[in-house]
């Protein structure tokens, strides 16, 4: 079991749904990420929270929205999404600074019909 | 820019066959280079963190050993649960960032 944990595990859904991941670590983080991996590729970043403020946005459409409430939580909202946004989201999270490890939840596998 | 190269892509093994992965890297200030392994529809587990050449790190069957340049994971009598896909991330000095090699998918047979 991983220290990080997501939910759902599976989401399907449409192109005009409106949905929500959701991410939490209790291992007292302070950096928080999100990744997106197509199939036999790496994880790609789209976003990085840094002591609850983004830092980091990887030029990620608008239609993928991230929000992190408190130190624990992260969330993805996503609204009008396309075919091509099928993949797995990954949630990650570190101690603050770019030499410690991140460490993955087991992600979200989402498909847009 | 930062690179990470790892090969090969794909590797098959019979069980107790040693080998090596490789993972080359061109960073601008290492802060950390990280080795990772994902099974299928999981994310990436955390094995190593290195953090200067010469430094080794060992965990059951798997050792990580880094130069200026690149990086082995040795596997020594591999297992079929050891069957996954190998990661190989850097991070630099410009903040929390990873680049992450393409993986090699290591298939272990009985």
């Known amino acids: 079991d991983t220290e990080v944990t997501q939910t759902p595990k599976h989401l399907v859904m449409g192109m005009t749904n409106k949905k929500s991941l959701k991410c939490e670590q209790h291992?007292?983080?302070?950096?928080m990420y999100w990744y997106k991996q197509k199939a036999k590729k790496p994880p790609e970043l789209m976003f990085v929270y840094s002591y609850e403020k983004l830092s980091i946005n990887e030029s990620v459409p608008s239609r993928f929205s991230p929000e992190c409430p408190n130190s624990s939580l992260l969330n993805l909202h996503l609204h009008a999404l396309q075919p091509e946004d099928s993949a797995l989201y990954l949630c990650?999270?570190?101690?603050?600074?770019?030499?410690?490890?991140?460490?993955f939840g087991d992600g979200t596998r989402l498909s847009i019909l | 820019e930062d690179q990470v190269t790892q090969s090969p892509e794909a590797l098959r093994l019979q069980e107790g066959e040693s080998s090596s992965l490789n993972c080359s890297y061109t960073v601008s200030g290492l802060r950390g280079l990280f080795w990772y392994r994902q099974d299928p529809g999981k994310g990436p587990e955390f094995l190593f963190t290195l953090y200067s050449a010469g430094e080794e790190k060992e965990k059951e069957r798997l050792k990580a050993t880094l130069t200026k340049k690149e990086s082995f994971l040795h596997i020594t009598a591999p297992k079929p649960e050891d069957s996954a896909t190998y990661l190989c991330a850097v991070n630099n000095n410009a903040g929390n960032m990873l680049t992450f090699g393409g993986g090699t998918r290591l298939m272990v047979k009985p």
């Open positions: 291992m007292g983080h302070r950096a």
């Open positions: 990650a999270s570190s101690q603050d600074g770019s030499s410690k490890p991140q460490h």
